[in-house]
């Protein structure tokens, strides 16, 4: 089997929780450093079903136009909610803040 057919097992739900991180921590003042993205990540996931797909390398991506307005729904609650915590409650004192 070629390398570019190599079947993944993948979250799509996961994929799209991260790419639209950066813009859910934007319209807040909180801390955007490393911990702190990882944190809203793993709080918002947990909140939201998986949506595991198999496909080739490389297609994962096109998998993400599958969304539906539900899902995308659940994901800005999931998000908004994480955000909303993790800028009240970081793991890291005040002081150590990225904005």
């Given at each position: 089997?070629?390398?570019?057919?190599?079947?993944?097992?993948?979250?799509?739900?996961?994929?799209?929780?991260?790419?639209?991180?950066?813009?859910?921590?934007?319209?807040?003042?909180?801390?955007k450093?490393?911990?702190?993205?990882?944190?809203?990540?793993?709080?918002?996931?947990?909140?939201?079903?998986?949506?595991?797909?198999v496909?080739?390398?490389?297609?994962?991506?096109?998998?993400?136009?599958?969304?539906?307005?539900?899902?995308?729904?659940?994901?800005?609650?999931?998000?908004?909610?994480?955000?909303?915590?993790?800028?009240?409650?970081?793991?890291?004192?005040?002081?150590?803040?990225?904005?």
């Amino acid at each position: 089997m070629l390398e570019a057919n190599k079947l993944l097992v993948a979250n799509i739900m996961e994929e799209i929780v991260e790419a639209k991180l950066d813009i859910f921590m934007a319209q807040y003042d909180i801390c955007k450093c490393d911990m702190c993205r990882a944190d809203v990540l793993a709080l918002a996931l947990n909140k939201l079903p998986p949506k595991y797909v198999v496909s080739t390398s490389g297609d994962v991506y096109s998998r993400l136009q599958t969304t539906t307005t539900q899902m995308l729904a659940e994901i800005t609650v999931a998000l908004t909610s994480a955000v909303e915590l993790v800028g009240k409650k970081p793991r890291h004192p005040l002081e150590e803040s990225v904005k």
